[in-house]
């Protein structure tokens, strides 16, 4: 079984910041109420997202908030994190399973029912489901899902859920009205002037909706 | 103890082939002599990577030879594949053995001084030096270290090399004289009209140079 982990307000770092403003900004999102980090940066080499993962898991250190790694299973497994979240170009997530191991949190970004279907929950934690609402971060994500298209998901999902892509403050009520477990967010956070207000009112508005 | 392993016509696939075509070239250069072979595309996501590994193991099956996977220690993992080879910028080289286990073959990218000396032999199973002459399938490859060069590398190297970069059935005999156990290319076989006498003539001038 995985350590137990809380998807409610979930932090994937933004790629397109170096690593010294990421941690600064892990370590003010997670003091407002952050719950999960991410280490994203599909650019970066291996040895460069070890370094990026091991700062990250320092900062970490002590606050029980897990660090996943995204895609690279190998990197997640040297930098001793907690787990890894792949897509669906990536490898499968059995792979990681067999890599990591039995605690490791295994994280899986899925959106079609086919892809729903082919879930293994003895390989998958959990799920990543979106975009909610369109995004800046990630060119690739696809058309929004929306409330209906995320409730939906939900409903299909043999794990637990967490909604991603294009979540703000103001959408972030709705969101938890569909079934999902958190909101995962980059830009709400990153481009955020104060990233624990940020993280406080996220967090606020999801529980709000949540109800 | 990694499996026995020969260093003497190292093949490295071309990342701007597909992998139908790279199967093919493989299944010749290996009738030819073909000792080892590389899958290297490092623009590949995790999934596809794996799938080729996977086809180029079903083609080496039986013959002997190993199959390496360039960088992605998770993708030879799940590939079953027979090693990995890092370069400097990838995952240190102790993070493969500490995934893949001590039968596994690890290879590493060096040319420094500084790095010949930092190698652990616990974790590095050969080394790969180069780029011996210029090459055009590798962008960042650096200046041609040539017959001095790769020579002073081997002196330097507490375990087995191969020369790898710009290397021809024109110049195999040379490299034969520095001290290295084999001859790594790609586009040697790659551009070869006929791969499996392209692989038999390399070998040969290689083995003739050796002596």
Known sequence: MPVPFDLTLYFVTDHRQPIEQTVDITRAAVAGGVTMV????????????LEEALALKAVLAGTGVPLIVNDRIDV??????????????DLPAAAARAILGP????GLSSVTPEEMAAIDP???DYVGIGPFAATTTKG???DALAIEGTRHACRLSPV??????????????DV????????????ALSEASDPRAAAHRLRAAFET???
């Open 38 to 49: 991410q280490l994203r940066k599909p650019e970066a080499h291996g040895r460069q997202l």
């Open 76 to 89: 997640a497994h040297a930098a001793g994190a907690d787990g890894v979240h792949v897509g669906q170009s």
């Open 103 to 106: 605690d490791a949190i295994i």
């Open 122 to 124: 003895a390989a998958v």
């Open 140 to 142: 690739d994500a696809g």
């Open 160 to 173: 637990r859920m967490v909604a991603i892509g294009g979540i703000t403050e103001t959408n972030a009520a």
């Open 176 to 187: 938890a009205t569909t079934g999902v477990e958190g909101i995962s967010v980059v830009s």
């Open 209 to 211: 909706g949540r109800g």
